[in-house]
């Protein structure tokens, strides 16, 4: 499939900031004034998610090895998720200084229509958090699927005076599907014993956008609620029984942070950056579990006996692990097998070689975990099938 990119996308300044907005149908969420991205977590964060671990586990250790990285004079252009977009925009802020010849333009637009442009060869990759529809597979089907990190999902909140609740995923099933309406449900109540919860009523938040994030949440919600999977289902866009619609993680994390007793859920740096809660979930061991580096990398662990081949595999609602957050999920490129562009696939793969060996400790500030150690591995030989004109473009770090 060629994938020469049939037509320039605007390029995106190099910096993370989150401008928050919002939109919707029905209900329309409330928009924000810009928030900055923290390159470290705030310190506001402590009272919601535990401090972390240093990063001496083989899982998040990254790799010694370097990348060939060669000097080209090249722009990539790439729209999709916003889940990593943080991670993303630090990332190639800090390529352009050890090769300052390849621009990369990334657009946090979602995952849908990362998916849409990659497709339809507007893009030279794509940024998804969410694998591809069977009608997706059927007009890209040897599209390979790269993971970069790995990220949390955070059923986020506001409520005045109330910083710590918990969720179990009946509860939360509850609340999405518009069954649970008050904070003072008897449900809300039974996860948070000895709390003091206001008699508000609550408020649903989700994407209106085509989101990766919000496949993340909706697999989770399908595998713990047979509810839920058989009136909603799982996608990167469903019809949600209640609630108001933002666009992307900031439009979310700004309708909860506007709105007094809504309920949302975004990826955990979002829920950061706007001082919001992220509560712990009660995981498939019975254990309720905050959201962390070590909980998020955990997640994985478990799946890792079976690795399948192409990667393409989702890690909520891990089946053990008492110590595994349960709503996480892998981000991936979309990269071709072939393209016609020598210099392009060259500068693509040397670009995510070196995200994945060298960007762990980027990925530890805000709080992403890098992939497992055989994750990375299976990712950097997927990158060795990537060709241009029949012949292999990239080289194996050494």
Not at 11 to 39: I, R
Not at 85 to 101: A, D, F, L, M, R
Not at 107 to 124: A, E, L, M, N, R
Request: proline letters at 9%; charged letters at 15%; a negative charge.
């Amino acid at each position: 499939m060629s994938t020469g990119s049939k037509r320039q996308v605007p390029a995106l300044l190099l910096v993370v900031a989150l401008l928050l907005s919002a939109c919707g149908g029905a209900a329309t969420a409330p928009t924000a004034t810009p928030l900055a991205l923290p390159t470290t977590p705030p310190e506001s964060a402590a009272t919601t998610v535990p401090a972390e671990p240093a990063a001496t586990t083989e899982a998040m250790a990254g790799s010694s090895e370097k990348c060939n990285l060669r000097p080209f004079n090249v722009t990539l252009n790439a729209t999709g998720a916003s889940f990593p977009n943080p991670v993303y925009q630090k990332w190639i802020e800090s390529y352009k200084t050890v090769n300052p010849g390849v621009t990369i333009n990334y657009q946090s637009t979602g995952s849908g229509q990362g998916k849409s442009d990659y497709i339809g060869g507007v893009t030279d990759f794509g940024g998804s958090d969410a694998l591809f529809s069977p009608e997706e597979k059927a007009k890209a089907p040897d599209t390979l699927f790269i993971p970069t990190v790995l990220g949390a999902v955070v059923a986020t909140y506001n409520l005045e005076g109330v910083s710590d609740l918990r969720f179990s995923p009946e509860t939360l099933a509850g609340i999405f599907l518009g069954k649970i309406t008050t904070w003072t449900d008897p449900a809300i109540v039974a996860d948070n014993p000895g709390v003091t919860l206001p008699d508000q009523p609550i408020t649903v938040a989700h994407r209106s956008d085509g989101s990766g994030t919000t496949f993340i949440f909706t697999d989770y919600l399908s595998k713990v609620s047979k509810e839920w999977e058989q009136q909603v289902g799982r996608g990167t866009a469903v019809e949600w029984p209640t609630g108001i619609g933002g666009e992307k993680n900031d439009g979310v994390a700004a309708a909860v942070k506007q709105t007094p007793g809504a309920v949302g859920y975004v990826e955990l740096i979002y829920a950061l950056a706007n001082d919001l809660p992220a509560p712990a979930i009660k995981n498939a061991a019975g254990e309720y579990v905050k959201p962390s580096l070590e909980t998020t990398t955990n997640a994985a662990a478990g799946f890792l006996k079976n690795l399948p081949a192409d990667l393409q595999f989702t890690v909520t609602n891990p089946p053990e692990g008492k110590d595994s957050y349960p709503i996480a999920g892998f981000t991936w490129l979309l990269v071709h097998p072939n393209y016609d562009d020598v210099q392009k696939a060259e500068a693509l793969t040397d670009f995510i070689c070196w995200a994945l060996t060298e960007g762990d400790q980027i990925a530890l500030s805000l709080r992403y975990a890098p992939l497992p150690t055989p994750v990375e591995k299976r990712a950097l030989e997927l990158l060795g099938t990537v060709k241009a004109d029949g012949k292999e473009v990239f080289i194996a770090p050494q």
